[in-house]
Nanobody
Framework: QVQLVESGGGLVQAGGSLRLSCAAS????????MGWYRQAPGNEREMVAT???????SYADSVKGRFTISRDNAKNTVYLQMNSLKPEDTAVYTC???????????????????WGQGTQVTVSS
């Protein structure tokens, strides 16, 4: 399996900044899309930002211009820089990584898609 370890969440005042990190480890053959999702109490999980292996990014309208997603392929890590945070950004943020991994039961890599454990981001007004 591929494990994801997130860090960087916390409590911040409105207008402040936080940087989330998510590091993937395991028998990784290659990583394609990496992304961040969030879920606030009573709401469905929503996509925040994604980045492809080629560096193409996509953002939710609500975070465009404030959040920046990036990745370090050498470290199998994805980041989310969050600036100008608002109380409505309060949620559990979870990273998602998809790609191909080596499997001991096969000589060929297989697809995987893993989720992190989630990290709480709370923005006070």
């Amino acid at each position: 399996q591929v494990q994801l370890v997130e860090s960087g969440g916390g409590l911040v005042q409105a207008g402040g900044s936080l940087r989330l990190s998510c590091a993937a480890s395991g028998r990784i053959f290659s990583i394609n899309t990496m992304g961040w999702y969030r879920q606030a109490p009573g709401n469905e999980r929503e996509m925040v930002a994604t980045i492809t292996s080629g560096g193409s990014t996509s953002y939710a309208d609500s975070v465009k211009g404030r959040f920046t997603i990036s990745r370090d392929n050498a470290k199998n890590t994805v980041y989310l820089q969050m600036n100008s945070l608002k109380p409505e950004d309060t949620a559990v943020y979870t990273c998602n990584v998809g790609g191909r991994m080596m499997d001991s039961s096969s000589r060929y890599p297989r697809d995987f898609r893993s989720w992190g454990q989630g990290t709480q981001v709370t923005v006070s007004s």
